[in-house]
């Protein structure tokens, strides 16, 4: 992939977010966000290298896509986990987008010290994020163009009770995200957050809950936002591919809340 050069063709403005040809990693892929990216990213286009932890949910994804996905089963948050999985990537083809979505939730108050589940939660969502960027731009720059997609959360912006570690690693990643764009700027990479609120998913609302209290749960995300809906993983998966695409040529180092209004940062 080389950085594309205006003008485009005006006519076909949908033409810009086709990702025909490129190759896309995606982290956390077994389920929820990074499972609708991958899907999203393989119906325009693209050949999609999966990944995750969970061998059962990255298989179920890779079924769903077919022929476009590829899956690599990994325990993130190493240096040498990402580079496997990016020389694993680079069987395919050369890579054109890296998107670190995998993470996990934690709900501990810092009174607890809950060494355990602050260490975790820093690994997936901190440490994986790093060693992903640094494994992507270490091969695109060279090259002379990639985009790198980071799943942030709206807890970077906000100070809810027990969320302390989360909410941290978020906010690395919203600050790791500005120094890799400013670092892979002048080679043509660029480098950008999504940083969805409240999304329905597995991990918000499980499915052994009961019909109604699915319902109450997604209600009441519905009342934190200025805007009356629900967001749902293809409302993260288009601000993705928006990113991921030549229509966002000219936008790097941004975080792209989508959280229906609930944060309003400028």
């Known amino acids: 992939m080389t950085p594309v050069d205006y003008p485009l063709d005006a006519s076909r403005p949908l033409g810009a977010l086709r990702l025909d040809g490129r190759i896309a990693v995606i982290t956390g892929a077994a389920s929820g966000i990074g499972r609708g990216i991958a899907q999203m990213f393989a119906a325009v286009g693209a050949r999609v290298v999966l990944s995750d932890r969970n061998a059962q949910g990255l298989a179920e994804t890779a079924r769903a896509i077919g022929a476009a996905a590829v899956a690599h089963v990994a325990e993130l948050g190493t240096k040498d986990a990402a580079e496997r999985l990016a020389a694993f990537a680079e069987t395919i083809g050369p890579i054109d987008i890296w998107v670190n979505g995998a993470g996990i939730g934690s709900a501990n108050a810092v009174s607890e010290g809950n060494e355990e589940a602050y260490r975790r939660t820093i690994a997936i969502n901190q440490d994986a994020v790093f060693w992903g960027c640094s494994a992507a731009a270490r091969r695109m720059e060279p090259r002379g163009s990639g985009s790198i997609i980071n799943i942030s959360s709206i807890a970077a912006d906000k100070g809810d009770r027990k969320l302390a570690a989360y909410s941290m690693s978020k906010a690395a990643v919203n600050a790791l995200t500005r120094v890799l764009a400013n670092e892979g700027g002048p080679a043509g990479v660029r480098v950008n957050a999504v ?27 519905v009342k934190r936002a200025p805007l009356p809906i629900a967001g749902y993983p293809e409302d993260v998966a288009h601000a993705a591919l928006y990113l991921a695409s030549d229509a966002g040529r000219y936008v790097t180092g941004q975080v792209i809340r989508v959280n229906g209004g609930a944060t309003m940062i400028p």
Do not use: K, N, Y
């Not at 940083?195 to 995300?221: C, K, N």
């Open 195 to 221: 940083a969805p609120g409240f999304i329905v998913t597995e991990m918000t609302v499980p499915s052994d809950l009961s019909a109604a209290a699915r319902e109450a749960r997604i209600a009441q995300s």
